[in-house]
């Protein structure tokens, strides 16, 4: 489901991860030594979580970009989307770059051969569009 893009919240996806750690200790017993590891991921994955809403935002009300595009981006988010963007893999590369060459190509760059992101001309629609990529 997460692949596929299928969680319109962090909530609908988390209840999914809490359902394999409910699995794992209704199958193996609660004093199995997978329950007791299931124990253990389950406690950093809500810290992990907990971390993610309070930095980004719950969204428990649904897809944030759809609400806040018109809302200005802050240093902040464009930092982290900028160093977010430097993670993707080739596929997923194309994808921003299609979206951006679309949408606002004056924040696209050619810089000998390769092409370069100037995140600080985007406009906040294209933002907010990528951070929901």
């Given at each position: 489901?997460?692949d596929?893009?299928?969680?319109?919240?962090?909530q609908?996806?988390a209840?999914?991860?809490r359902?394999?750690?409910?699995?794992c200790?209704?199958?193996?017993?609660?004093?199995?030594?997978?329950?007791?590891?299931?124990?253990?991921?389950?406690?950093?994955?809500?810290?992990?979580?907990?971390?993610?809403?309070?930095?980004?935002?719950?969204?428990?009300?649904?897809?944030?970009?759809?609400?806040?595009?018109?809302?200005?981006?802050?240093?902040?988010?464009?930092?982290?989307?900028?160093?977010?963007?430097?993670?993707?893999?080739?596929?997923?590369?194309?994808?921003?770059?299609?979206?951006?060459?679309?949408?606002?190509?004056?924040?696209?760059?050619?810089?000998?051969?390769?092409?370069?992101?100037?995140?600080?001309?985007?406009?906040?629609?294209?933002?907010?569009?990528?951070?929901?990529?």
């Amino acid at each position: 489901r997460l692949d596929k893009k299928q969680y319109a919240t962090a909530q609908q996806m988390a209840a999914d991860v809490r359902q394999v750690w409910q699995n794992c200790r209704q199958y193996n017993g609660p004093e199995s030594h997978y329950s007791k590891l299931a124990d253990t991921i389950s406690l950093k994955f809500e810290a992990d979580l907990q971390e993610l809403l309070n930095h980004y935002g719950s969204s428990s009300d649904g897809p944030r970009a759809a609400k806040r595009h018109d809302t200005k981006m802050t240093y902040e988010e464009k930092k982290n989307l900028g160093h977010l963007v430097g993670l993707l893999d080739e596929a997923s590369t194309t994808e921003v770059y299609n979206l951006i060459q679309a949408h606002c190509p004056r924040a696209l760059a050619d810089a000998g051969g390769e092409v370069e992101l100037d995140i600080e001309k985007l406009d906040n629609r294209t933002a907010w569009a990528l951070e929901r990529l």
